[in-house]
């Protein structure tokens, strides 16, 4: 069984805190997500393609589909794959391979590309395919995964989208915040 | 006032490691008058430095030098390269636990006579037994403010507690309550009381929690006998040719090569890097490493039965507010033979933040039934199950053969093959916390088996005979008299029980013994 790798999970760190950082600043000017995110498909010379990205991005809902989050927080999850391409071409070469892999099987199984193939069934077929088809890019899944799912999830604005309260301790801790009101049993 | 010792101090005790072990050693030491330069792998950060922040503190302090795991365990698949989330500065895992401070039961120091012979495990009966440390457990608790003992008030029941302990009750469970908690639940020792935040294990930003990082290390540096050095790694115990420890080499913070003398050297790295520095200090005397003439320094290395429950309910739960994990269930840790295994162990509140739930809840797996969970993550409780796993010869740490780190030495290698004593008490405690959280309505559960040990021991154990073990009843090595182990390592059995306390414990009894031993310059 493959599972998730704690050490590569520590291992991006560096990126990691440089993304934390781009969350919070824009998370602060929460008016220029788009704009920012949209930058982020125009990075320089060697970067991936704005397809090639916006692939990533369906690709990364369907890895983890909340549908009460807008595509501004699965672009964000995608930005440290986008701004490691454009520094590694080695990085680049994984995600360009992974995302022609998903659009051959996706023609092949809907007739058009990942990114543009509606039902969500179907490209869920696909992505089970590359999970399964022993010749198929694992290190791209493996890559995509094992980022995406820290920085999806890592985006303070996204928390309240699931309830989650988060830091605590400038507000007192949860000490008159209800740390002991649940009365339903 | 902090101590400076000159490295040709040969007057001095050398402590490496600043954790529950040895901060707790400096400081006991230091009371008494003895002198002591602490050795501490990690960096010094202060209470100012924690945030509310899983991924950052992660980054923060974790040891994320490099390790392997191999065996049939699960954490080997899951995380090759990082067996254990254990702590890297000072204060050690201090500053990361969780703070249950719970007493080892009386038949958990005498499994060899009171489990029998099983197949397969090495076991062995402690040479002291619960009389013996039940004074020092008393003044473990005092030091570390433990709630529930000496009349200190326990903490109070969180939204977490509350659904366990409702299902507790509907099982016909009778031991359930707030833990034994080393945090503070009225202000108390120059600390302030717990505010519920939630951020436990990220170090308490208001110092609730006792933590060695700001009790014990100051009060040992103001007595001006205890010098710490951070970002000090210590890569070899110098010998000479009697066989008695002389001093440390270690790495400094810029990475320059230093040596520290010693009259006395006490190790408590934890149960990976103590055998690990053992191993990698072999000599003329020791060919098969320091203090090994037992040969078994690195073997019975042992890391608790674990696994968590968590079960989603129709309403919300928010298991994140409050003290992580004040909330337990005793009744399965007794010893019961009818259930299927020997040993016990104790059903605790795990709660996580939203970012490690969504990261670790189903390993690998993705799509529509994950993000399900996810979705319903504020109504989710959850529970660790931690109990007492046996001793195996060949559940080992031991020396990479080819991987070295960047001072050049082995990395550590864990090797852990599951005894089917401990899948069986796995599979019962799984199967008691699905059917609590299912006794008051949870509409699913989800099993997380292990996460990467935080609970490490047993690598230097206490033995009554030196050819069963490295150590004896005070932590003394068998082989050389001047060498102490004075961390979980030197655990003969695991218990069903968090370490810590028992760690604690002993490093204020191993304490009285150094003295009482210099006194009479037997050491």
């Known amino acids: 069984m493959k599972v998730f790798n704690w050490t590569r999970r520590f291992s991006r760190r560096g990126f990691l805190a440089r993304g934390a950082a781009t969350v919070a600043a824009v998370a602060a000017t929460s008016g220029k997500v788009l ?39 699965y672009q964000r999850a995608v930005k440290p794959l986008e701004d490691e391409a454009a520094q590694d071409g080695s990085t680049k070469q994984i995600l360009a391979l992974g995302v022609a892999w998903l659009d051959t099987k996706a023609v092949s199984v809907a007739g058009r590309p990942y990114a ?63 740390f002991n009101d649940l009365n339903w049993l | 006032m902090p101590a400076k010792f000159d ?99 009386e038949h958990e120091f005498k499994t060899g006579t009171r489990y029998g012979a099983i197949s397969g495990a090495n076991l062995l009966d402690w040479p002291l037994g619960l009389k013996d440390m039940e004074p020092y457990y008393d003044r473990a608790e005092l030091k570390m403010g433990v709630t529930g003992t000496h009349g200190i008030p326990r903490l109070p029941v969180s939204n977490h507690g509350k659904v366990l302990f409702a299902g507790a009750k509907k099982m016909g469970y009778t031991q359930f309550l707030t833990t034994n908690m080393a945090i503070n639940s009225v202000p108390r020792d120059g600390r302030a009381s717990c505010q519920q935040t939630g951020f436990c294990i990220q170090g308490c930003t208001f110092g609730a929690k006792w933590s060695t990082l700001y009790t014990e290390i100051p009060r040992a ?68 490493g320091l203090a090994n003439s037992s040969g078994q320094v690195g073997r019975n290395y042992m890391k608790h039965m674990t696994s968590t429950v968590f079960a989603v309910f129709d309403k919300p739960v928010h298991m994140y507010r409050g003290t992580a994990q004040s909330g337990i269930v005793m009744d399965e840790a007794r010893l019961d033979t009818q259930r299927g295994f020997v040993g016990g162990y104790q059903m605790e509140l795990l709660p996580q933040g939203l970012p490690s739930f969504a990261q670790n809840i189903v390993p690998n797996a993705w799509g529509r039934d994950r993000a399900w969970i996810v979705d319903n993550y504020v109504n989710v409780a959850g529970v660790w199950l931690i109990g007492e796993d046996l ?6 740490v031991t020396l990479h053969p080819d991987r070295k780190d960047k001072y050049g030495l082995p990395i550590p290698d864990i090797h852990v093959d599951d005894h089917p004593n401990d899948l069986a008490m796995q599979k019962h405690a799984i199967g008691q916390a699905d059917a609590l959280y299912k006794s008051i309505g949870a509409k699913r559960t989800v099993h997380r088996l292990p996460f990467p040990s935080t609970h490490n021991m047993g690598t230097c154990r206490m033995s009554e005979n030196p050819r069963d073990g490295v150590v004896n009843r005070w932590g003394q090595s068998h082989d050389v008299k001047n060498l102490f182990v004075s961390d979980g390592s030197q655990f003969t059995s695991s218990g069903g029980e968090n370490p810590t306390l028992t760690i604690v414990a002993l490093a204020i009894r191993q304490a009285e013994y150094i003295a009482e031993q210099m006194s009479h310059a037997a050491i």
Not at chain 1, 65 to 71: A, E, F, K, M, R
Not at chain 1, 138 to 152: C, E, G, N, P
Not at chain 2, 239 to 245: I, T
Not at chain 2, 391 to 396: I, L, Q, W
């Open chain 2, 391 to 396: 001793a195996r010869e060949t559940n080992r």
């Open chain 2, 221 to 288: 540096e103001a007595t001006g006998k205890t010098e710490i050095r951070s970002e000090s790694q210590v890569l070899h115990i110098e010998q000479d040719q009697s066989g008695k420890v002389t001093g440390v080499v270690y790495a400094d913070p810029k990475g320059a090569i230093e040596r520290q003398k010693a009259r006395i050297v006490c190790v408590a790295g934890n149960a990976i890097e103590t055998p690990r520095l053992l191993l990698n200090s072999s000599s003329n005397v020791f060919p098969q």
């Open chain 1, 116 to 178: 543009q193939v509606g039902e969500e069934s179907k490209r869920v077929a696909v992505v089970t395919r590359l999970k399964q088809d022993p010749s198929a890019p694992r290190a791209f899944f493996d890559k995509v995964y094992s980022t995406t799912i820290v920085s999806l999830y890592n985006q303070p604005e996204l928390w309240p989208k699931f309830g989650y309260e988060g830091p605590s301790s400038a507000k007192g801790g949860y000490l008159s915040r209800g």
């Open chain 2, 7 to 105: 490295r040709n101090d040969s007057s001095v005790v050398v402590i490496i490691g600043s954790g529950a072990g040895g901060g707790t050693l400096a400081n006991e030491l230091t009371q008494k008058g003895i002198s002591s330069v602490v050795l501490e792998a990690g960096k010094r950060i202060e209470i100012t430095d924690f945030q509310n922040d899983e991924d950052a503190m992660f980054a923060l302090f974790t040891w994320l030098d490099p390790r392997t795991a191999s065996g049939s365990w699960y954490v080997a698949q899951t995380s090759p390269d990082l067996p254990a989330w254990i702590s890297k500065l000072v204060g050690g895992t201090t500053v990361h636990w969780g703070a249950c401070a719970l007493r080892f039961q």
């Open chain 1, 35 to 73: 704009a920012d995110a949209q930058d982020a498909r125009t990075v320089g010379p060697g970067g991936l393609k704005p397809e090639q990205a916006r692939t990533l991005v369906v690709f990364t809902r369907d890895l983890f589909p909340h549908d009460q989050l807008d595509d501004s927080f």
